[in-house]
Structures are given as C-alpha cells and as structure tokens.
Antibody, heavy 113, light 111 residues
Framework: EVQLVESGGGLVQPGGSLRLSCAAS????????MIWVRQAPGKGLEWVAN????????YYVDSVKGRFTISRDNAKNSLYLQMNSLRAEDTAVYYC??????WGQGTLVTVSS | DIVMTQTPLSSPVTLGQPASISCRSS???????????LSWLQQRPGQPPRLLIY???NRFSGVPDRFSGSGAGTDFTLKISRVEAEDVGVYYC????????FGQGTKVEIK
C-alpha cells in the first residue's frame, strides 16, 4: 500500500522558516519524480515544486523561487521542502505526491504574527 | 504555462444518475515520452486529494469502476456512471506533462 506521510508544519512568524518532510513507502521512491502541492484555506490546488529521481532537476512556482528548496534522500525514502522567508500568503496545507502513486494527508503551515 | 479549464464548475446530480466533468488544456498534453500525464483527483469535504485516474484512463488502486477517464490531446473527461452519496466533493484535473497545473475544480453535489 502506498503511503506518503508529511510532517513539519506548524505556526511560524512572517520571515521565519520551516522544513517539511514526507516519508514514502509502498512504491519505488527512487524511481519517481516527486512534487509538493499546497492548498490555501478555501482555495484550489497549487503546484509548489518538483524534483527528479536523483535530485539533479528541481523546479519551483515563481512565487517561492529563492525562498523554498526541494530535496530528497532516496536512502531514507524521504522528500523535503525547506521554506525560508515565509509570508502570510504561504499559509496552506502542503501535500507531497507522486502523480501516479498517490497523495499524502498534508501538513498545515500557518504564517502569522 | 499550460492552463487547465474545467466545465462545469458545479454539478448538482441525482443519486444513481451519471455525471460528467470536462477538462481542456491550452496545449497538447502528449509528452515526448509518448505518455499523456493527465490525472483526476477527488477531494471530499475536509479530506486531502485522492488520486482517482492517472494517464487519462488508468484507475488507481481501490477506485470503484463507476469512475472512468477518457480523452486525448487537449480534451479529457471524467465520468461517474452512477453517482453515490460518497462521491460528493470537488474534482480536479491535473497535468504533469509540462510542469504541473490544475483545473479550477468542479464541485459535485447531490440535488
């Protein structure tokens, strides 16, 4: 059974940092592109970043470029999102996903003073 | 960026009746590897998105066979053959051929 479990969310002040993690199991993680997607309260889905199998290719939505960094550790079957210089508009539930294998339950990030 | 346009945005349906959602992309979703990375997601109220269909027409594990996907190129459709109460929610199409983008979402509710 495919499982994707996010962690690391929480309440942070504007300008602060958080590191999200996603633990994957039930599929061959090292062979898959992985993505982070977020959903602001009451809104639709927004792609944030993706990363190829060995971590050599990384892409970001314009609004997070220079602030967020996606990475992975294939030995640990884990995906990460380092989020710096957080803004109120980054408040959302963050999901990790593999497009053909499934989605996680999400972790809530709230940026507020 | 590829723009994904869903219609309708709201779909009141009668239990046991069919429902259909259309998704159109602003350019072809055929990847250079020959695959078409068009997926359908279901998001029930208060729940995370759930993968229903991937690569146009492949049902994900555990998805009931009343859900089916079809289409090609730029035009895609999700059909529910007989709507059940548990199908209420928002449905999204998603493309991953060129970066990743989503449709606006279609709210399916019971009449």
């Amino acid at each position: 059974e495919v499982q994707l479990v996010e962690s690391g969310g929480g309440l942070v002040q504007p300008g602060g940092s958080l590191r999200l993690s996603c633990a994957a199991s039930g599929f061959t993680f090292s062979r898959c592109w992985m993505i982070w997607v977020r959903q602001a309260p009451g809104k639709g889905l927004e792609w944030v970043a993706n990363i190829n199998q060995d971590g050599s290719e990384k892409y970001y939505v314009d609004s997070v470029k220079g602030r967020f960094t996606i990475s992975r550790d294939n030995a640990k079957n884990s995906l990460y999102l380092q989020m710096n210089s957080l803004r109120a508009e980054d408040t959302a539930v963050y999901y990790c996903a593999e497009i053909n294998e499934g989605w996680g339950q999400g972790t809530l990030v709230t940026v507020s003073s | 960026d590829i723009v994904m346009t869903q219609t309708p945005l709201s779909s009141p349906v009668t239990l046991g009746q069919p429902a259909s959602i259309s998704c159109r992309s602003s350019q072809s979703l055929v990847h250079s590897d020959g695959n078409t990375y068009l997926s359908w997601l279901q998001q029930r109220p208060g729940q995370p998105p759930r993968l229903l269909i991937y690569k146009i027409s492949n049902r994900f594990s555990g998805v009931p066979d009343r859900f089916s996907g079809s289409g090609a190129g730029t035009d895609f459709t999700l059909k529910i053959s007989r709507v059940e109460a548990e199908d209420v929610g928002v449905y999204y199409c998603m493309q991953a051929t060129q970066s990743v983008t989503f449709g606006q979402g279609t709210k399916v509710e019971i009449k």
